[in-house]
């Protein structure tokens, strides 16, 4: 293709130019030579045709003049000779004007041979007639006869002469019309070829045109169609061009590209909001539905069915012990374990429900029973047997294995079910119950779980207030040297007396205010009190207070007893903390660095219900206790139960080879003291000493402990 430096405005300007000058200067030139045609035309009008009038007009004066001639030959008397000659004459005159006037028309032009041969022919005449007349006056009649010859004679010789100038003037008219029509003819023909020339510009132009300006607007108008049907990946045309098409094009080819990146920001974002959308209906970490997507298709089935015609039901599957697995094993491997759980349960429900991720360690399953059952129970309990023997599969992360126990609790869909989120709590409170009653079953749910709830509910929010408020205040249990029953000490033990449901036991309300994470609370609200209490007693009685296994993960506690010691202004070197071996399992670096704290502080650190623990020896080890408490079930049965006797005989011989004081606990009779006495076991605590008793009977058994030695001691002797 040809390119071109200029624009296509210039160029067509330049065309338009060229095309109008060819026209103008074909319609000038037509426009002359029809001019020069018609100065010719006239110009024969006028001189030639004029010229030929003129001599035909002489021609007949002679014949007038000869006729004139006749009459004056015939005249009877003088008179009528006199005015035959007088009509000769202005014959001869007009005749002489006439060929004056002649010679004006056609001047260089006239024929001058032939004119001079008429002149000669005329003059000869003329001259001949008057003579005839002189001779005629003379009288000389005998003339007459061959005068008239001669005249005759004459005449015919002037009329021959103006006929042949008549003939050689028309001739040269005839030239001349010649001529315009050879200019006529000359003109069309140029004429002709120059319009020939126009057309072909004009085609040339219309074909420029086209390729140069309507094809390449096609296609780019194609290109452009192609664009706004959504088509981005076309090529603009004409690109390369340096004129207002090719800036056109290089216009449209931004528009595109920014199109294109238009789009692409659109896609972006679409995917973004899909991707929220998904987020907000999906457990990111399985892809599972989540419970709010779960809720509503259950409501959706809840509210489209027919009431009573319904055979669904809702599965709540929990794992168990998730927590340790996560705790132990690391996030990511707990992840990877809900993961291959969620696809597991997947393949089980398929087509048939729906299992969405609730949170945590909870799925739900949505399942449809058999239609032909009222109440299908099999089913459901076909599918929590699949479903927990699935789960219970070992799950295997890299080099890892895992064994995992799942509880599920069923509610299905009666004819009284409404809401979605009832049924879920139905399910959930099933599913409590059953990891209560013995993990890794189903329960399904019946009213009386949910009175159990609700009343669980109701001790909560007591607790709460109880905690805010301090109502939780320490008992204390006295603490005995074996060697010389003197009381050394005083554990506090939490007791919580409440207006309505009297003194609740605190098996029952410390996992509650565990669970609900106020342990915090409470452990700081025993110490204050207890410190409170304590401050008043003689220096060499010690006050011990409990641990919960959840505090030793939190590197602050230290510095939180710390601070209530100094508060209450009680010696970090009078105070002992019990520990529960549980809870040294989870993160044995951080209750290491924990109890290492509080023993720099003077604190000491007792290991509590000893030998219940799976890992005792272990924790020995690796933590540097300064006591340890022996459980009161094997103390407690030791005199009946021989196997309890020897677990008792075994801690003795381990803590006295590792230096370390024990104490028993649960010393409820005179014999069992007398066998820990013998056994050399240093401490002792239990009934038979004393109940946990409230801050004012500690005070008053303190004010009597001589009097309480001396009487255990003749106790021991009088047995
Ligand atoms: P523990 O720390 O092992 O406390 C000793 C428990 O044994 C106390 O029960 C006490 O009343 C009971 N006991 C003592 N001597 C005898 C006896 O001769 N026979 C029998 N049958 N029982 C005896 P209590 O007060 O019901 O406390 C139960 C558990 O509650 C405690 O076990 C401790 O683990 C926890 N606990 C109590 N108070 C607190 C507290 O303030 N903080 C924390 N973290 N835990 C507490
Ligand atoms: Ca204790
Ligand atoms: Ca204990």
Redesign the pocket.
């Known amino acids: 293709m040809t390119r071109f430096r200029f624009s296509i405005r210039a160029r067509l300007t330049l065309f338009i130019m060229a095309f109008v000058t060819i026209v103008v200067g074909v319609a000038v030139s037509g426009v002359l030579t029809l001019r020069s045609v018609d100065l010719k035309t006239k110009e024969i009008d006028q001189k030639w045709l004029a010229a030929t009038a003129t001599l035909a007009e002489i021609a007949d004066r002679i014949s007038e003049y000869r006729i004139a001639e006749g009459y004056r030959a015939l005249a009877p008397g003088p008179s009528g000779r006199e005015e035959a000659e007088v009509l000769a004459n202005g014959h001869r005159r007009e005749i002489q004007k006439l060929q004056n006037s002649y010679v004006t028309l056609l001047g260089d032009d006239a024929q001058s041979a032939d004119l001079d041969s008429f002149r000669t022919a005329w003059n000869a005449y003329s001259t001949e007639h008057d003579a005839w007349v002189q001779s005629d006056f003379e009288g000389a009649l005998e003339n007459a006869e061959r005068h008239n010859q001669l005249l005759q004679r004459l005449y015919k010789s002037a009329d021959l002469a103006v006929d042949r100038l008549i003939a050689t003037n028309t001739s040269a008219a005839h030239a001349q019309v010649r001529a315009v029509d050879l200019l006529t003819d000359r003109s069309v023909t140029i004429a002709i070829a120059v319009s020939a020339v126009s057309i072909l510009l004009a085609m040339w132009l219309l074909i420029r045109v086209r390729t140069q300006i309507t094809y390449p607007l096609e296609a780019i108008t194609q290109a452009l169609s192609k664009l706004a049907a959504g088509n981005r990946d076309i090529r603009v045309p004409e690109l390369q061009r340096a004129d207002e098409i090719g800036a056109m094009a290089k216009a449209f080819e931004i528009f595109r590209t920014n199109a294109l990146a238009l789009e692409h920001a659109h896609k972006a974002t679409r995917a973004a909001q899909e991707q929220v959308h998904s987020l907000a209906r999906h457990d990111a970490l399985t892809g599972l539905p989540n419970r709010r997507v779960f809720s509503a298709e259950l409501q959706a089935i809840l509210t489209g069915a027919p009431r009573g015609t319904v055979p669904y039901w809702v599965l709540l599957v929990g794992l168990d012990q998730f927590k340790r697995i996560n705790d132990l094993q690391g996030q990511p491997f707990g992840d990877t374990v809900l993961c291959e759980i969620a696809r597991r349960l997947e393949r089980i429900v398929r087509n048939s429900g729906t299992v969405a991720r609730l949170g945590g360690d909870e799925f739900a399953i949505i399942a449809k029973g058999d239609v032909t059952q009222q109440i299908d129970l099999d089913g459901a309990r076909d599918l929590a047997r699949k479903v927990l023997s699935a789960i219970r599969k070992p799950i295997l992360v890299g080099e890892r294995s895992v064994e995992l126990g799942a509880s599920i609790g069923i509610a299905p869909c009666h004819k009284d079910s409404t809401d979605a989120e009832s049924l879920l709590h139905a399910a959930d409170v099933a599913m409590y119950r059953a990891k209560r009653d013995s993990r890794g079953a189903f329960r399904f749910f019946e009213q009386s779980m949910d009175d159990d709830i609700r009343a669980q509910e109701s001790l909560e929010t007591d607790l709460k207030r109880a905690v805010a408020e301090g109502a939780i205040k ?1 008992f204390y ?1 006295p603490l005995v040297e074996i060697r010389n029953n003197r009381i050394c000490g005083f ?4 007791r919580w007396e409440h207006p309505e449901r009297g003194f609740v ?3 029952l309300f ?1 996992p509650v205010i565990e669970q609900l994470g106020l342990m915090t609370d ?2 700081s609200s ?1 110490l204050r009190q207890a410190c409170r209490d304590a401050k008043y007693w003689p220096e060499d009685i010690r006050l011990s ?4 296994p959840s505090e030793l993960k939190d590197p602050l506690l230290p510095s939180r007893l710390l601070a209530i010691l100094a508060e209450q202004g009680f010696p970090a070197a009078r105070l002992d903390v ?1 520990i ?1 071996e549980t809870a040294l399992v989870s993160d044995i670096e951080t209750a290491k660095s924990i109890l290492t704290t509080l023993q720099s502080a003077g604190i000491k650190v007792c290991l ?2 000893f030998g219940t623990g799976y890992s005792s020896l272990y924790h020995l080890r690796e933590l540097k206790f300064d006591k340890v408490k022996i459980d ?1 079930s094997f103390v ?1 049965s030791m005199v009946n139960n021989p196997e309890s006797e020897k677990i008792v005989d075994a801690i003795l011989g381990l803590t006295k080879s590792l230096n370390l004081p024990t104490v028993a ?4 009779h005179l014999p069992v003291l007398l066998r820990l006495a013998a056994k050399g076991c240093e401490f002792g ?4 000493f004393g ?2 008793m409230t801050a004012d009977s500690a005070r008053d058994m303190l004010m009597e402990r001589t009097v309480i030695q001396m009487r255990i001691t003749e106790a021991q002797h009088a047995a």
């Open positions: 320490p249990q554990e506090a033990l939490a036991p605190p098996d410390i409470l452990t025993v207070v409990n641990i919960s019990e529960i509590d219900d009161r407690q606990e649960g010393i409820e605590q239990g009934y038979y109940k946990a």
